[in-house]
């Protein structure tokens, strides 16, 4: 039986089902969201003068009470399946040092991943890291509907209503994507400390990947463990990339940042190497990268 299914991660996984385009509601279905449910945004710094921005897509493990777990048990919910381990309080540290904005998802991804192009049938993903997700299965088109105009939206909403604001400031928006990876995939270990993914824009990637291999202490991906070449509908490629504003992606092994002190000192060695590299003169001009 073929699914659609999902490594958790940004990588490619089997196609079989499309997120079609959302349906009108029929009607009968109950509020997705209660009293005591989380806000599907939490925007951090909404007034900050700065350039950067930080998005953090996988910032949350949180399922609406009205799904009751998806039927996954509670050992499940914690994994990186469901959100990126530390990203978030990595995105709230650096948001800190920066006194930048920060955009962060207020649900999990098995819920619906807001890093994905909703015609990406890992969008509402049936298995994810071989973890099948029984709420998710023959979910109809309303269902659907309503996770994205209930979570998705909101949140994609949000992310570009703050770069709007930078840009009606008349700064160009520097786009940072915060994720967290698992440091083993289907028994393969995954040697890097931390990754920059990156398309064809270089002014942020290659500065800041020069900027931690500089550091000495850490093995730097580029590009991996997930490559952010020719990939379509994430939250960069669709806020940043065709407006030609400078991007980048990270992502932080996620045992390194699964406590306190580890989030303090990857905040700090990010915000070492971002703090000179984003007053570059080129990262204030957009710059179109065409595709070749
Ligand atoms: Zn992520």
Not at 48 to 71: K, T, Y
Request: charged letters at 20%; aromatic letters at 4%; hydrophobic letters at 40%.
């Amino acid at each position: 039986m073929t699914s659609s299914s999902s490594d958790g991660g940004h990588g490619p996984a089997a196609h079989t089902r499309p997120v079609t385009a959302p349906a009108p509601a029929r009607g009968g279905l109950p509020p997705l969201l209660g009293p005591d449910d989380p806000p599907p945004v939490t925007v951090l710094h909404p007034d900050a003068r700065g350039a950067l921005l930080l998005v953090c897509d996988h910032a949350s493990r949180a399922i609406p009470q009205s799904l009751g777990n998806l039927g996954l048990p509670e050992e499940q919910l914690g994994r990186h399946i469901a959100y990126d381990i530390g990203a978030a309080a990595l995105t709230r540290r650096l948001a800190e040092r920066f006194s930048a904005t920060a955009v962060l998802s207020g649900y999990s991804r098995l819920v619906i991943d807001p890093n994905r192009d909703l015609e990406d049938p890992t969008a509402i993903p049936v298995i994810s890291d071989g973890v099948v997700i029984p709420g998710n299965r023959a979910l109809d088109a309303a269902a659907q509907a309503q996770r994205v105009e209930t979570l998705f939206r909101p949140y994609q909403e949000a992310v570009a209503r703050e770069v709007a604001r930078v840009r009606a400031g008349g700064q160009v928006p520097i786009l940072l994507s915060v994720h967290s990876f698992t440091p083993e995939m289907r028994g393969v270990p995954r040697p890097w400390h931390i990754g920059v993914l990156w398309d064809r824009d270089p002014r942020l990637p290659i500065p800041l990947l020069n900027a931690l291999r500089a550091d000495g202490r850490w093995r730097v991906g580029d590009n991996e463990p997930y490559s952010g070449r020719d990939t379509t509908g994430g939250t960069v490629e669709t806020h940043a990339t065709p407006a030609g504003y400078p991007n980048a992606l990270l992502e932080v092994r996620q045992d390194l940042i699964d406590d306190d002190a580890g989030v303090a000192l990857w905040a700090q060695v990010l915000g070492d190497a971002l703090e000179h590299l984003l007053t570059a003169p080129d990262l204030a001009t957009i710059h179109h990268y065409p595709r070749v």
